[in-house]
Nanobody, 123 residues
Framework: QVQLVESGGGLVQAGGSLRLSCAAS????????MGWFRQAPGKAREFVAA????????RISDSVKGRFTISRDNVKNTVYLQMNSLKPEDTAVYYC????????????????WGQGTQVTVSS
């Protein structure tokens, strides 16, 4: 069993930065790839970024490439999403997920989800 708790969301002006953290409980954190997904009001959930079990390989959505970075610390059981140059269209609830594979769309490959953290970017 893995429990995921996100933190670091909030209100920021366009062009600003935030760092999201996702702390995992349980001793199996390092056996899961980890991902960040987001869902804006009225929109479907979308993939943002993912990282493999040892942190050597990452995937970043084209919509945030060059602005967002994903990383993990398997000693601290935490995965991070550094978000720079934020835009109003980045406004969403951001969810952390433990995934069974690096290439995970968010459906059928996510045994554990966090509760989400709100990110609001004002223009």
């Amino acid at each position: 069993q893995v429990q995921l708790v996100e933190s670091g969301g909030g209100l920021v002006q366009a062009g600003g930065s935030l760092r999201l953290s996702c702390a995992a409980s349980g001793r199996t954190f390092s056996s899961y790839a980890m991902g960040w997904f987001r869902q804006a009001p009225g929109k479907a959930r979308e993939f943002v970024a993912a990282i493999d079990t040892n942190g050597y390989n990452t995937r970043i959505s084209d919509s945030v490439k060059g602005r967002f970075t994903i990383s993990r610390d398997n000693v601290k059981n935490t995965v991070y999403l550094q978000m720079n140059s934020l835009k109003p269209e980045d406004t969403a609830v951001y969810y952390c997920a433990a995934t069974t594979q690096l290439y995970c769309s968010g459906y059928g490959c996510v045994p554990y989800w966090g509760q989400g953290t709100q990110v609001t970017v004002s223009s």
